[in-house]
Nanobody
């Protein structure tokens, strides 16, 4: 089994920044990818970003390009989401996922709340 633990969420003013982290443990295998998705109240879960833990491939949703950056530390089995220039519409529960590109989804974390005040 695989466990994913997210951290780094919180309350921030519009225009501010936050950095999310997600650490994986358990049987991840040697070839896998990790991703972030988010779900705002009353809306469906949407993809945010994904990254290979083995090479340089990354995928970003158009809505966050230029503001968010996904990165990884493969040795620590950890993925990060640096979020800059936050907007109120970024408010959501952010989930970490592990699986295969382009949309890793085999395992999910419990989520970390990001709230952006305007």
């Amino acid at each position: 089994q695989v466990q994913l633990v997210e951290s780094g969420g919180g309350l921030v003013q519009a225009g501010g920044s936050l950095r999310l982290s997600c650490a994986a443990s358990g049987r991840t295998g040697s070839v896998y990818s990790m991703a972030w998705s988010r779900q705002a109240p009353g809306k469906e879960r949407e993809f945010v970003a994904a990254i290979s833990m083995n090479d340089e491939r990354t995928y970003m949703a158009d809505s966050v390009k230029g503001r968010f950056t996904i990165s990884r530390d493969s040795a620590k089995k950890t993925v990060y989401l640096q979020m800059n220039s936050l907007k109120s519409e970024d408010t959501a529960l952010y989930y970490c996922a592990l699986g295969l590109l382009p949309r890793p989804s085999a395992y999910w974390g419990q989520g970390t709340q990001v709230t952006v005040s305007s």
